[in-house]
């Protein structure tokens, strides 16, 4: 399962929070506003008025962030379908091995 992206520094902590209530195609929006500066409809206000306060290096910084977290938000949706089709289909996940011709730990003591 992948890893949710940590944000650089200098992007706003109010950011993050707020990216956790968005959509993948949102952050993908807003990823596009950050680098054109041309609102979409699906452009929160409050992203609108914080852009308008940053400089072109946080606002590039928010953009990779959104980016990769839409990303992320992506491949978790695209695992948590693939979980559904797997389910019951490997009995031994999740098991440990117990074949005989595997050592293990018999060196160690």
Do not use: C, W
Request: aromatic share 8%; glycine share 10%.
């Amino acid at each position: 399962m992948p890893t949710p992206p940590t944000p650089h520094e200098t992007v706003p902590d109010f950011i993050v929070e707020r990216f956790e209530d968005h959509s993948a195609e949102e952050l993908r929006a807003i990823a596009d506003y950050a680098e054109t500066l041309e609102p979409g409809a699906d452009v929160p206000n409050y992203v609108v008025r914080a852009f308008s306060i940053q400089d072109d290096e946080t606002r590039t910084v928010v953009a990779v962030y959104a980016s990769e977290l839409a990303e992320f938000r992506e491949a978790k949706a695209a695992g948590a379908g693939d979980e559904d089709e797997n389910e019951g289909g490997d009995e031994d996940e999740g098991e440990e091995d117990l074949d005989p011709g595997r050592m293990g730990g018999a060196f160690f003591g």
